[in-house]
């Protein structure tokens, strides 16, 4: 395994030096402003590290708006997008790294006091109720199809972060997002005696900081390659698992 930090370091020394944009949601605690307004998080502080490492100068930027975040990167203004699953529509315009760094597992989050009364085994068991989702989320392939169906109840936004809000306010009776992100929002916003989440998981899905093909160039699949090896480093030498205790994250193996 002692080839691996030589690997990244013998690859640096090809790497462009130009300055990478890297854009990314608010989702806290992976990645949010501070009181600075400076990106800050799980995520910032894990590409800052791995580009560091490989002499790479990085700006982030973090939005709000997916459909924003997805149209900036088709149109060439990012080098990079923050924490993305897989979806084949993406290949489009997206390149994706050998190494994920997180697994999200989902779960449909409730008001406590409906969490009895919300029984979900199979999708249709949640028809009678209201269902927040965001848009250009990618969530599961049956969801999605659920979406064109007039039997569900399905209410769409394109913040994610109002989700919970929209949960407590008695607006919506589910809403599916992973553990990571509601937790860090319930504990910033104090919300953990109000809300739980169902057992039954939608998905458990590894996720990657991926690259933008319209601003690719000759230098990126070194890059990549630099990048996939001090990644693959960290998650052997503790480093990834230390990341992810430092910020309160369940650890499971991207």
Known sequence: MRTLPLLCLLLSFTLPAKTLIIGGMLEPPLKYLDERQTPAGMD???LTEIFT????PIRIELTDSGARLTRNAKMGEYDLLMSLSYKAERDSYLLYPKQ????????FFVRKQDKARIHYQ???DLKPWRIGITKDYAYTPELSAAEQDPGYRFQEIPLNQL???KLVAGRIDLVPMSLVTAFGQMREEHLEEKLDYLPQPLKS????HVWCKARA???TPALMAAYDAELLHMKQDGRL????????IPYLEP
Do not use: C, M, N
């Open 44 to 46: 910032v502080e894990l």
């Open 53 to 56: 490492t490989l002499k790479v």
């Open 100 to 107: 994920a760094h997180i697994r999200h597992s989902w779960h």
């Open 122 to 124: 199979a999708l249709s």
């Open 163 to 165: 989700q919970l809000r």
């Open 205 to 208: 899905s590894p996720y990657y």
């Open 217 to 219: 160039d000759g230098q």
């Open 241 to 248: 698992q230390a990341l992810f205790a430092k910020y309160g």
